[in-house]
């Protein structure tokens, strides 16, 4: 009997909301990776495979507020990101993740931000 890991387990998640979920010029995806310390999210043009903005809970004044805190001001700088990079609308990609947590506080942080998901 083979042992499958949690991170095995979120992979295959993350595979199966990936054959779903595509970015393109004018609606790029946002991806979310979620770290025990904090999260990382990128918006990214899949046609082209470039990161459009990005954000990363090490930068000021984002490594000192709590957890759905700390997510939720990440979703603002990563929407006004990508305003400024022309971007008005994005999909989400939870990353194989629950929608709970710092996951829905970033997508809602980015929702308050201005950006359409």
């Given amino acids: 009997m083979t042992v499958?890991?949690?991170e095995q387990r979120r992979l295959k998640r993350r595979r199966r909301v990936r054959a779903k979920v595509r970015g393109s010029a004018t609606r790029p995806r946002v991806s979310v990776f979620?770290?025990?310390?904090?999260l990382f999210a990128?918006?990214?043009?899949?046609?082209?495979?470039?990161?459009?903005?990005?954000v990363q809970?090490?930068?000021d004044?984002?490594?000192?507020?709590?957890?759905?805190?700390?997510?939720?001001?990440?979703?603002k700088r990563l929407a006004q990101r990508a305003?400024?990079?022309?971007?008005?609308?994005?999909?989400?990609?939870?990353?194989?993740?629950?929608y709970h947590g710092r996951v829905k506080a970033l997508a809602e942080g980015i929702r308050e931000g201005g950006l359409a998901l």
């Fill in 34 to 38: 979620r770290s025990n310390q904090g």
């Fill in 4 to 6: 499958v890991t949690k």
């Fill in 83 to 98: 305003k400024d990079a022309g971007i008005e609308r994005a999909v989400f990609d939870r990353g194989g993740y629950q």
């Fill in 61 to 75: 004044g984002l490594r000192d507020l709590k957890p759905a805190e700390q997510a939720a001001e990440a979703g």
């Fill in 57 to 59: 809970w090490t930068e």
């Fill in 42 to 54: 990128q918006v990214i043009d899949d046609d082209s495979g470039t990161t459009l903005a990005s």
